[in-house]
């Protein structure tokens, strides 16, 4: 990653902590409080206030939820609608996306769900680029993966295994993983995960 894209990964992880410091004290709720509730450590919610720890988007999304917000809210500043339907629609062209290292060759979300801030799951269509991202994930809850496009390395918990359009997996997140394209194209997949607990 070059320094123009670590200088802007840097800038959106700082916003990240910022608004979860903001909606969290205007909300007069404790880190002891939105730890208790999000299942996480307070050291660690507050290593993601104080930019020293990137979080996963699964973990955004439990931190969300306990703020009473979309997850794409504390990815981006923007605010959604009012409270959904039973039924929420997100049609191709208002997909939001999300670039968590803008620049780099690694992961592009594009939200599928964000328009459903009481929802239980988050859905992304991800784009995979070349390179494995810096470090494996590592976060709490479940996740289902679908190749929708290209071929994929997914690396979990110490082993490479390679996916192609059409297969699928499913996974607990705790166990270390990151994936990567393999070939000349990106891969597509569709994710879809819960890190909630109860």
Do not use: C, W
């Amino acid at each position: 990653m070059n320094r123009a894209a670590r200088t802007r990964t840097r800038q959106l992880y700082f916003a990240i902590g910022q608004r979860i410091r903001e909606l969290r004290r205007k909300k007069g709720m404790s880190l002891d409080e939105v730890a208790r509730q999000s299942g996480f450590a307070k050291s660690y919610l507050s290593q993601i206030e104080n930019r020293r720890r990137e979080p996963s988007i699964s973990a955004l999304s439990q931190v969300a939820h306990v703020l009473g917000v979309d997850v794409l809210y504390l990815l981006t500043g923007e605010v959604q609608g009012a409270l959904p339907e039973s039924l929420t629609i997100v049609k191709k062209e208002k997909r939001k996306s999300v670039d968590l290292a803008p620049g780099s060759p690694s992961y592009l979300y594009e939200s599928i769900t964000y328009n459903r801030p009481d929802g239980v799951m988050e859905g992304f269509i991800v784009t995979v680029g070349p390179q494995f991202p810096p470090g494996p994930f590592v976060h709490e809850g479940q996740e289902l993966a679908y190749v929708l496009e290209g071929k994929q390395e997914f690396f979990y918990n110490g082993k490479s295994y390679f996916f192609a359009k059409g297969d699928s997996y499913y996974f607990d997140s705790a166990k270390p993983h990151y994936a990567r394209a393999v070939g000349k194209k990106p891969a597509k997949i569709l994710v879809v995960f819960t890190g909630r607990k109860g």
